[in-house]
């Protein structure tokens, strides 16, 4: 078991920055890699990015490349996700998970609002 705890999320208007963190505890031995994923209101939830905990290597949804960076911090089993230049469509509860070896996404945390204004 996985256990995540997501902070940082906010209102902010458009053109602005938030910080997403995401701390991890439990057996985060057994995670390949931590991910950011998003839902909007009646909208399915959707994958924004992730990155190894091998190479630490980030992996983006194509509309956040450029805005959006996912880092790291192993001594303190956090991950971050630094988002500028915020558009209305990045609303949504942002949620933090953890990708087994399987490959599949098995554990999230409880989410973070995050509402960007026009």
């Known amino acids: 078991q996985v256990q995540l705890v997501e902070s940082g999320g906010g209102l902010v208007q458009a053109g602005g920055s938030l910080r997403l963190s995401c701390t991890a505890s439990?057996?985060?031995?057994?995670?390949?890699?931590l991910g950011w994923f998003r839902q909007a209101p009646g909208k399915e939830r959707e994958f924004v990015a992730a990155?190894?905990?091998?190479?630490?290597?980030?992996y983006y949804k194509d509309s956040v490349k450029g805005r959006f960076t996912v880092s790291r911090d192993a001594a303190k089993n956090t991950v971050s996700l630094q988002m500028n230049s915020l558009k209305p469509e990045d609303t949504g509860v942002y949620y933090c998970?953890?990708?087994?070896?399987?490959?599949?996404?098995?554990?999230w945390g409880q989410g973070t609002q995050v509402t960007v204004s026009s």
């Open positions: 998970s953890s990708q087994g070896f399987g490959g599949s996404y098995d554990f």
């Open positions: 439990g057996r985060t031995d057994t995670s390949f890699a």
């Open positions: 990155i190894s905990t091998r190479t630490g290597r980030g």
